[in-house]
């Protein structure tokens, strides 16, 4: 039994090791260094844990630092790494990927001569729909090449980036493309009459032509193939290696023209760098850009690359001054808002746990899991409700029913920046007042009845017992929980997100900045919303909220000396 | 002790007086999943009328018209997946479908039935209440008119005169009344009178049917006399003449017995005549005076100089405007009183109350408000369900006609269809691309006739009919309100194009993620987290601390980093790519340091002997973690399970940056595109689908209230 579990074990640990040891590697081809590197690092440790006896209570935590390794580890390095990068819109690739696409993209050709040459598609067809399986006759200089189906050639990952496919010259009613027979009927000099292509399984029969008005019907089927194959596709003539390929006519339309690449390779001293055929000039490189002069002088941009620009990010944030307005403003929001609400909070919740805590109170227990539920409902939930249903400024019940009915005037919740914290805040305080409420709870519950007792007989009144007994007692319980509280509403991003998404937003900044944006919904708009994505920028801000509540965290531990706690034993 | 008690007793009150307040976000929820009506158009916060529909468009959505003539139409094009059915299959499924929209057809033709039904019971109670509501609501209104007489600004000399000329008005109006009046009994003389005249003269002459009343001529002497006095009338006092000597040639003193009749007319007639003439004259001589007065006033006024009159204008104005009130009133009024038509009462009284609301508004903009301005809205309050009522029978009416004439096209296109539909899938199936145009038509006569025709109309009818339940006096017809607003909102139910949405979809998504990362996590930290509890290896001290610092740090920081590591893993792997669940789920497992620390917490309170006692008896290490640590472990191994199962189901950064395609929802985001966009006056749905979601989810919290709140402290609270 425990021999046979062993072997399964060691069994399912060979596997493991051949699916990283082969992903690891295969990162690592793929120039993906770094999480090649944390994955073979795992496996080593994996392995060092099982096969060293004295590494036995390691073994146990195996699967969980697997997912700490790939989930929380290396997000943490990827972040910081891309904090000192450009990482973002136009700059996703490496500079070899960029290199790849500038010598290898169909995008990057130009046209040789003005002169569309006639081409006809034929596929075969199925159940009277056209496949995908398609040949092309093109008609240069009044005689007629033939090709399949053009081969990839550049790939990256899954992605095809080119393809490539010879033009065979029609000399006879049967040639012979890729080892195949084909046979073409008629066999005549003109492109409109051919009727069919045979090969000896298949028959391809006429998809499309321009300027022949049966055919044009197909561009739908057309354009299928245009998206999946042509695009990419490069046909090349053997006889003088002139290449052709789609490209869109002044009208509009795709036509087959006789091009040239745009791109190729050569030194510029010891370094790699790339030439435009056309002006037979070095692109520029700057800051992982490429760009192109073109024949007026004109600096134009090309591609980027992600490339490392050391503390820019970060300066940025200080020097630049159209980001520092708002980030600074976003950075006082975040602290008054953090503040603001464990203040309230706490002192919403402080009242309701001292009315709670009368143990002469009939059905407290009930009235506390009545008060628990604005915390106990899924906070998404209760904020959709609020931005929905009260706080909406033309449908909500505030605007349309309780304000009027007070003979009051409609607020702007969400476009008048002032209201629009007022709205953040009363929404985050009616979900957090509960769970105060129970801390305190917990902790008046703590404080020994001896000691009002004896102050009873000193002679202190109410507010003075409250103030000198109570209040030192409990906050000294609940102040780590109220920190803790501070750094989770720091990172509060659902609640922003999802009631004002940080607007309404601040007129003059580049950065999609919002009034009611916290550092941490700042971060996410940069990243995922605006203009473009600055991964790079959004990095470095999510660097410096990373160090704010380490520190705020790291200073509750040593408060709560929850240190001690594990050292003690 | 009994301030103790009183205390207490305030604090009960102060809890329930601020518990509906604290809850009313989920009160809101609540009652507003249920409300029929379109809660985000409407002005109350709660409605009394309710349905379920909600919760079934969520749970078992319906295939309803729109969606059966599509499908029917996709069925016939076989358009994916229908391509790879076979031909019973799609046959049976559009005879389903068919019967369906027959069944269909049928029940909203019952249920129109029904509610014209209601319909015109109501208005047959109304008629038969008529004398009732107008005699009630008159004497309402005359009371408040003789309430605002009373309390009419007091009049300067300058209101004198206004009110005199007002008063001549109305007796000039008065007069010119009664002289229409005098008209009238001229022409009934010089038309009627004389053509019957004309016909006893021509009997006379030939002595046909001759009664035996002998002291007639006498009569028709008086009256003859009495027309005498009228010049105009000298026409048919002639011909009575012509008849009397007639009757003085023939010696025969009797008479025809229907100019009997014809005698009482003409005396009630010429009575009447008298009777006006003499209060016509009566109002010319008051007239006569009033403008003498009045002429009087204006030479004083013009002697007094403009001070008095600028003082006056405000009241002037009030003055004034009231009176038009009053004067608007008494006219409808007048109408009302000579009506016997219902739909003229009604209409009438809806357009009184129109003229109160209106002056209402305007008076409190100018003056502000006053005891003639709350009697007003009292008034016009109980006024108010004749506007409603009259709105009802306006638009059921077009309603009525409207979707009279879409049964009609149904039922053609129908069997249109039903008879062709064979032979179009006979091409469909042989290749080629059809659709029949009849169910083409059926769909466009959803789309253009029934939201542009009916619906609204539906919609306003449903609305009112609701509205004056609350409205009406006569809560007795509350029945058949109901019955006529329940009927048609079925009917708008079956007809309407909804939007499609994916909730079964989502929630189970969310269940099936949320399931297996909360399985994964527990069984990955319930393993990692015995060495920590047992055993002593370098980092055991601070591995989970610093596990936990980490962790601490918001996960909406690696937002990017995920996003590129799902991205670059589903191109080797697919299945742990952007917008997968499974990739998702993959995401979700990184939250393992706080479970370990909670799972761990529970094996210290395990007692080590249980495992030594074994391990002497030979079980190794691991025997003796998974044969008597985790089975004693178990309830806290539940708690994490479900703990974690919350926490995922509830996150949402990472789900609305992950998955892209609606299908793959979790129910967090699709609960987020319930509020949004198309959706966002949507409340019904979204309510419905948020009280779903919520229940579960807060009976599950506020049931392991104990161990959150605990584990919530632990991190922070020594001990």
């Given amino acids: 039994m425990i021999k046979t579990l062993k072997i399964l074990l060691l069994f399912i640990l060979a596997l493991i090791n051949a699916i990283f040891l082969w992903f690891g590697i295969y990162l690592i081809q793929n120039k993906y260094y770094e999480l090649g590197i944390v994955i073979l690092t795992a496996l080593v440790l994996i392995d060092f844990f099982i096969f060293n006896p004295k590494a036995y209570p390691y073994r146990y935590t195996i699967p969980a630092l697997i997912f700490l390794f790939l989930l929380v580890l290396y997000p943490i390095y990827f972040t910081i790494k891309t904090a000192f990068t450009n990482y973002g819109t136009g700059h996703i690739l490496t500079r070899e990927e960029t290199f790849e696409r500038l010598l290898y993209d169909p995008n990057f050709t130009y046209v040789l001569e003005e002169k569309p040459v006639r081409f006809k598609i034929f596929v075969v067809y199925k159940d009277g729909l056209p496949t995908e399986d398609f040949m092309l006759i093109l008609k240069i200089n009044g005689k007629l090449y033939i090709s399949g189906i053009p081969i990839p050639t550049k790939r990256r990952g899954r992605e095809i980036l080119l393809r490539e496919s010879k033009l065979v010259l029609i000399d006879s009613s049967k040639i012979k493309i890729d080892g195949k027979i084909v046979e073409i009927y008629p066999w005549t000099s003109s492109l409109e009459n051919i009727e069919m292509i045979s090969t000896l399984d298949k028959t391809y029969k006429p998809l499309y032509m321009l300027d022949n008005p049966e055919l044009e019907k197909n561009s739908y089927f057309f354009s299928l193939l245009m998206q999946k194959y042509l695009i990419q596709s490069e046909f090349l003539k053997p006889e003088d290696e002139t290449t052709y390929g789609f490209k869109i006519d002044k009208d509009g339309r795709w036509k087959v023209f006789p091009i040239d690449r745009l791109y190729r390779l050569t030194y510029i001293g010891n370094k790699l760098s790339i030439l435009n055929t056309k002006t037979n000039k070095p692109l520029i490189e700057e800051k992982g850009s490429f760009y192109d002069i073109d024949e007026q002088g004109n600096k134009n941009f090309i591609i980027g690359y992600t490339d490392f620009v050391g503390f820019e990010n970060f300066t940025r944030i200080l020097t630049d001054e159209r980001i520092s307005g708002p980030f600074f403003r976003i950075f006082l929001w975040t602290i008054l808002w953090s503040l603001f609400t464990v203040l309230f909070s706490f002192s919403i919740g402080l009242s309701f746990a001292l009315i709670l805590n009368n143990k002469k109170l009939k059905g407290r227990n009930l009235y506390r899991t009545i008060l628990i539920i604005p915390w106990a409902v899924p906070y998404f939930i209760s904020v959709l409700t609020w931005r929905n249903g009260i706080f909406n400024e033309t449908y909500g019940i505030l605007n349309k029913i309780i304000l009027p009915s007070l003979g009051l005037n409609t607020i702007k919740w969400f476009n008048d920046p002032f209201w629009a914290k007022v709205t953040c805040l009363i929404v985050n305080i009616w979900l957090t007042f509960p769970y105060m409420m129970t801390v305190s709870l917990g902790a008046l519950q703590g404080i020994p009845e001896e000691l009002y007792e004896v102050s009873a007989i000193d002679g202190a009144g109410k507010w003075n017992r409250f103030w000198k007994i109570t209040f030192p007692l409990l906050l000294a319980v609940v102040a780590p929980l109220l920190i803790s509280s501070f750094a989770y509403t720091f990172n509060n991003f659902t609640l922003i997100f999802l009631l004002t998404a940080g607007g309404p937003p601040i007129v003059g900044a580049t950065t999609p900045a919002g009034h009611t944006d916290i550092l941490i919904s700042y971060v996410y708009k940069l990243a995922f919303y605006g203009r473009g994505q600055e991964f790079g920028f959004a990095s470095a801000i999510s660097i410096l909220i990373f160090f704010l509540v380490a520190g705020i965290s790291f200073l509750n531990f040593k408060l709560s000396g929850a240190f001690e706690e594990v050292r003690g034993e | ?719």
Avoid at chain 2, 354 to 365: C, P
Avoid at chain 2, 609 to 636: C, H, N
């Fill in chain 2, 1 to 719: 002790m009994v301030g103790e008690g009183r205390r207490s007793y305030l604090t009960h009150i102060f809890l329930w007086i601020i518990i509906p307040l604290i809850l009313f976000p989920i009160i809101w929820i609540v009652s507003t999943s249920i409300r029929r009506d379109q809660a985000a158009f409407s002005t109350r916060l709660f409605s009394s009328r309710l349905t379920l529909q909600n919760y079934i468009d969520l749970l078992t959505p319906e295939k309803n018209m729109p969606v059966l003539i599509q499908e029917l139409q996709n069925l016939i094009s076989r358009t994916p997946p229908y391509n790879e059915w076979d031909l019973p299959k799609i046959e049976k499924l559009i005879n389903e479908d068919i019967d369906s929209i027959d069944k269909y057809l049928k029940e909203t033709q019952d249920r129109y039935r029904n509610s014209k039904e209601s319909f015109n019971k109501i208005n047959i109670y109304l008629i038969q209440k008529k004398g009732e509501i107008k005699d009630k609501n008159i004497k309402n209104l005359e009371n408040l008119l003789n309430f605002i007489n009373k309390k009419l600004p007091k009049e300067g000399s300058y209101f004198r005169k206004e009110k005199n000329i007002n008063e001549s008005n109305l007796i000039k109006r008065e007069y010119t009344f009664i002289q229409d009046k005098i008209l009238n009994i001229y022409i009934t003389f010089n038309k009627e009178i004389s053509s019957e005249l004309d016909k006893i003269l021509k009997d006379i002459k030939g002595n046909i049917n001759l009664a035996s009343f002998s002291d007639y001529p006498k009569n028709i002497k008086n009256l003859v006399d009495k027309l005498d006095k009228y010049p105009d009338l000298h026409y048919v006092s002639n011909k009575l003449r012509n008849i009397l000597k007639l009757m003085d040639q023939k010696k025969d003193k009797r008479i025809f017995y229907d100019t009997e009749k014809l005698c009482l007319k003409i005396s009630y007639l010429i009575e009447e005549l008298e009777k006006n003439i003499s209060i016509l004259k009566e109002k010319e001589n008051k007239l006569a005076l009033l403008n003498q007065k009045n002429e009087f006033l204006e030479m004083q006024e013009i002697l007094g100089g403009q001070e008095q009159k600028e003082e006056l204008e405000e009241h002037k104005t009030k003055y004034d405007e009231l009176k038009t009130l009053i004067k608007d009133i008494d006219e409808k009024i007048n109408i009302i009183n000579t009506s016997d038509n219902l739909e003229t009462i009604i209409s009438e009284f809806s357009a009184i109350e129109e003229r109160l609301t209106e002056f209402i508004s305007d008076y409190i903009f100018n003056y502000g408000r006053d005891e003639i301005v709350s009697k007003i809205e009292e008034v016009a309050g109980k006024l108010r369900w004749f506007q409603e009522y009259n709105t009802l029978l306006e638009k059921y009416n077009i309603f009525s006609k409207n979707i009279e004439d879409i049964f009609e096209k149904s039922r053609i296109y129908l069997s249109e269809f039903i008879s062709n539909w064979r032979s179009l899938l006979e091409t469909s199936i042989k290749g080629e691309f059809v659709t029949s145009s009849s169910l083409d038509n059926f769909y466009n006569l959803i789309k253009m006739d029934y939201v542009n025709l009916v619906a609204p109309n539906l919609n306003v009818v449903s609305k009112k009919a609701g509205d004056l339940m609350d409205l009406i006096p006569y809560k007795e017809m509350n029945g058949n309100l109901d019955r006529i607003d329940g009927e048609l909102f079925r009917i708008d139910q079956i007809w309407k194009q909804k939007t499609k949405h994916y909730f079964l979809n989502w929630v189970r998504n969310s269940i099936l993620v949320a399931g297996f990362a909360a399985i994964i996590t527990t069984i990955v930290c319930s393993v990692a987290a015995y060495p920590f509890s047992r055993m002593r290896f370098w980092g055991r001290r601070y591995g989970i601390m610093t596990l936990l610092l980490i962790q601490m740090f918001p996960s909406a920081v690696y937002m990017i980093a995920i996003y590129s590591l799902l991205n670059l893993l589903g191109r080797f792997v697919p299945f742990l790519g952007l917008d997968t669940l499974t990739g998702l789920t993959f995401v979700y497992l990184g939250g393992i340091a706080y479970n370990m620390y909670i799972i761990k917490g529970f094996y210290d309170t395990i007692p080590d002997s249980l495992e030594e006692s074994a391990m002497i008896d030979g079980a190794t290490r691991f025997q003796t973690f998974y044969k008597i640590v985790i089975p004693l472990a178990r309830p806290i191994l539940a708690v994490v399970i479900i703990l974690t199962f919350m926490n995922v189901f509830n996150e949402f950064i990472f789900a609305s940056i992950i998955l892209q395609d609606a299908k793959k929802y979790t129910y967090a985001i699709g609960l987020w595109t319930f509020s949004t966009g198309p959706y966002l006056t949507e409340w019904g749905l979204f309510t419905a689908a948020a009280l779903l979601g919520m229940l579960p989810m807060t009976i599950l919290f506020l049931s392991l209230q104990k161990y959150i709140v605990s584990g919530l402290t632990k991190g922070a609270v020594k001990g």
